[in-house]
Antibody, heavy 120, light 106 residues
Framework: QVPLQDSGPGLVKPSETLSLNCSIS????????WHWIRQPPGKGLDWIGH???????KYHPSLNSRITISIDTSQRQVSLRLTSVTAADTAVYYC??????????????WGQGTLVTVSS | DIQMTQSPSSLSASVGDRVTITCRAS??????VNWYQQKTGKAPRLLIY???SLQSGVPSRFSGSGSGTDFSLTINNLQPEDFATYYC?????????FGQGTKLDI
């Protein structure tokens, strides 16, 4: 198994920046996509972006101007940065591993999730 | 974006029942569909990948089928631990998208 540990502040003020980390303990980082997915309270799952181990990123178009995902392979950490947050960004944020292995990609390992509330 | 439309949005069933959840994609996506189970307060868990392949460690009472635009998840012989919310998800392109979820309760 490759446990993922999400971490970061649980409360962020409107207009400020949300920053979360995902620590990857054990297993390989290479060859995988690392995703961030969020879930507003009581609602469904929303994909917000991914990073390949090489550093290539893809973001949800609705967040493109506000989001940055980065990876530090030496620290075994993937980071999410979301600027100018509003109440609509309140959600549980999950990091997840995207596994392909010659087949359609699936999110096979998930972090435990971090609830981030945007409020003054 | 590819829209994934699940039905029903909620479903009541009993232990031992067989249930089927369907998911329709807004365009043809081959077999690029995955299914997840989520229990309250927990992260989702991958059940089925590539439309019909059972993820390691998932009980064989779970099965998936479909290709193109129409997909389904079937649970045979429902067990108490199966009462949860289920999501389909497409990995055909980005942005990755999920269905709105199906809540399965007793």
């Amino acid at each position: 198994q490759v446990p993922l540990q999400d971490s970061g502040p649980g409360l962020v003020k409107p207009s400020e920046t949300l920053s979360l980390n995902c620590s990857i303990s054990g297993g390989s980082i290479s060859g995988y996509y690392w995703h961030w997915i969020r879930q507003p309270p009581g609602k469904g799952l929303d994909w917000i972006g991914h990073i390949y181990y090489s550093g290539n990123t893809k973001y949800h178009p609705s967040l493109n101007s506000r989001i940055t995902i980065s990876i530090d392979t030496s620290q075994r950490q993937v980071s999410l940065r979301l600027t100018s947050v509003t109440a609509a960004d309140t959600a549980v944020y999950y990091c997840a591993r995207g596994y392909s292995g010659g087949r359609p990609e699936a999110f096979d390992i998930w972090g435990q999730g971090t609830l981030v509330t945007v409020s003054s | 974006d590819i829209q994934m439309t699940q039905s029903p949005s909620s479903l009541s069933a009993s232990v031992g029942d067989r249930v089927t959840i369907t998911c329709r994609a807004s365009q043809r996506i081959s077999t690029y569909v995955n299914w997840y189970q989520q229990k309250t307060g927990k992260a989702p868990r991958l059940l089925i990948y590539d439309a019909s392949s059972l993820q390691s460690g998932v009980p064989s009472r779970f099965s998936g089928s479909g290709s193109g635009t129409d997909f389904s998840l079937t649970i045979n012989n429902l067990q108490p631990e199966d009462f949860a919310t289920y999501y389909c998800q497409q990995s055909y392109n980005t942005p990755r998208t999920f269905g709105q979820g199906t809540k399965l309760d007793i």
